[in-house]
């Protein structure tokens, strides 16, 4: 599937990007289909309308956004190690990051310096999945590496910039990881409350919020001294398989694909319960982020 309406027609984006001239002025959420050949573009609440799409990377993974409101999306295509990056409503990448760590999975930027992390999987010629951080958001990154993971899926700044990752290790157990803020190595973290398979990490504004890609739950933990404390659980009536999550000042954006078809359903956050929207014609979405206008 994928959207029409906006271009006149059922667009598909391989090949190809396109944008509405208003897209720039709107604030606008992103959302990685591979299914539909790169990353859809909607004006955000209350409209949700189609406004654009770019076709670079074709297979997104996880999305972030800096304070300039710049959009960054990693590349899950087979053998990628890069990231993009795009301004507000544009259509052509205005950095791309290699990634010498493996197959970027999900990024995060740092809300105190504007360091970008990048978490990555296996790939090949890689062992072991690694944490690329750039400073600045510019050049050749600094790796960390812990090698209980296999594969580093998501990762998350807080407040204060102690970045966070999760991952699976031996026997795909859960594993997650914190590197502080000026800190030089990963340091594995303990959390009271079992995650069965690793989903999305966020700083929400007061908690960590750690998703659990096998249950419909995302679960906030309060964490010091590398110990985390389950403090509250978002549960979402959809099927389970929360990938790469955004929580945007109450709401809760979870783009899920289910076994007949994609959906990308917001929620009040952290309430949870019944999507309050959804936004139908995806079809195998994978990650979202919201970009605002005029920052």
């Known amino acids: 599937m994928q959207p029409t309406g906006a271009f006149g027609a059922s667009f598909n984006a391989r090949g190809q990007s396109r944008m509405l001239p208003e897209a720039r002025s709107e604030n606008l959420l992103y959302i990685g289909d591979a299914g539909s050949g790169g990353v859809l573009v909607y004006s955000y609440l209350p409209a949700l309308k189609f406004v654009g799409i770019l076709s670079e990377p074709p297979a997104p993974g996880g999305e972030c956004v800096d304070s300039a409101q710049d959009v960054f999306i990693t590349d899950a295509s087979p053998f990628s190690h890069v990231t993009y990056e795009y301004a507000h409503g544009g259509t052509?990448?205005?950095?791309?990051?290699?990634?010498p760590g493996g197959s970027p999975s999900a990024c995060s930027i740092d809300p105190t310096t504007g360091d970008l992390a990048v978490a990555s999987v296996r790939s090949n010629g890689t062992t072991h999945g690694k944490l690329a951080v750039y400073k600045g958001a510019r050049g050749t990154p600094k790796l960390y590496a812990d090698t209980s993971f296999s594969d580093m899926m998501f990762c998350g700044y807080d407040d204060a910039g102690n970045l966070f990752v999760d991952g699976i290790g031996p026997g795909s157990a859960f594993l997650i990881a914190e590197l502080?803020?000026?800190?030089?190595?990963?340091?594995?973290?303990?959390?009271?409350?079992?995650?069965?398979?690793?989903?999305?990490?966020?700083?929400?504004?007061?908690?960590?919020?750690?998703?659990?890609?096998?249950?419909?739950?995302?679960?906030?933990?309060?964490?010091s001294g590398y110990k985390g404390k389950r403090v509250g659980a978002t549960r979402l009536r959809v099927w389970p398989g929360l990938h790469q999550f955004f929580i945007d000042d109450g709401v809760l954006i979870d783009p899920t694909y289910l076994p007949s078809r994609g959906a990308v359903a917001l929620y009040d956050y952290p309430a949870g319960g019944k999507p309050t929207r959804t936004v139908t014609g995806v079809s195998t979405p994978a990650g979202a982020v919201v970009s605002l206008a005029g920052k």
């Open 92 to 99: 052509s990448p205005i950095a791309i990051f290699a990634d």
């Open 180 to 223: 502080p803020k000026g800190g030089k190595a990963l340091t594995e973290v303990t959390l009271d409350h079992s995650i069965l398979f690793p989903g999305g990490v966020q700083w929400d504004g007061k908690d960590l919020a750690v998703g659990d890609d096998r249950s419909s739950y995302i679960y906030r933990f309060a964490v």
